[in-house]
């Protein structure tokens, strides 16, 4: 190879690193833009994981409307009963029955309500630390662990040695395929 095909060889191979160099720089500013953005997402959803109140106050007198509204449609088909037949014999102790078992009902409601607004928080509260760990590539249950959340409660397979995610993947794909470029070149 002569002196002049030599240069244009080391020329090329210098402006092809320039480019592989550009690109890399691309995808890194790339990764850190989304990485960011998700990042401030998710920690925005771990700081405030739960239903706000207003919503919990929908969901409560929703729910509790429902039990009112049939709780009163039997209360009124007592007192059509008693008007219709002319009988009152046994229409206390029906009213006191439906008050119980009203109170019952609505007791069991806002305990599964509130049961629910705290599986709601959790399930919000992993689903941020799953996203967390996927764009960064650590593990979840090491999250859990600073966070004191066991990890039992993670419900993910331990994958410490193992880097996984969308930018770990992402950056490994585009090396392999820079690095076939540049054996090509030279």
Do not use: W
């Not at 990764?31 to 959803?45: D, E, P």
């Not at 405030?48 to 088909?77: E, I, K, M, R, Y």
């Not at 950056?171 to 070149?185: D, K, N, Q, Y």
């Amino acid at each position: 190879m002569g002196r002049g095909a030599q240069a244009q060889t080391l020329q090329l191979t210098d402006q092809q690193l320039a480019n592989t160099n550009a690109l890399n720089q691309q995808f890194l500013n790339s990764q850190q833009q989304t990485g960011n953005t998700l990042n401030s997402q998710y920690q925005s959803i771990l700081a405030n994981p739960g239903l706000s109140p207003a919503d919990q106050a929908a969901v409560t007198a929703q729910s509790q409307g429902a039990l009112s509204s049939a709780f009163g449609a039997l209360q009124q088909s007592a007192n059509n009963r008693v008007a219709a037949t002319n009988n009152s014999a046994g229409f206390a102790d029906l009213t006191d029955d439906l008050a119980r078992q009203k109170g019952i009902a609505e007791g069991n409601q806002a305990q599964q309500n509130q049961l629910a607004f705290s599986n709601t928080a959790f399930n919000r509260q992993m689903a941020a630390l799953q996203g967390l760990s996927g764009v960064f590539g650590v593990d979840s249950n090491l999250l859990g662990r600073t966070l004191g959340i066991p990890a039992e409660l993670l419900n993910t397979a331990t994958n410490g040695a193992r880097s996984t995610g969308f930018f770990p993947s992402l950056a490994s794909s585009a090396g392999g395929a820079l690095g076939a470029i540049s054996a090509g070149l030279l």
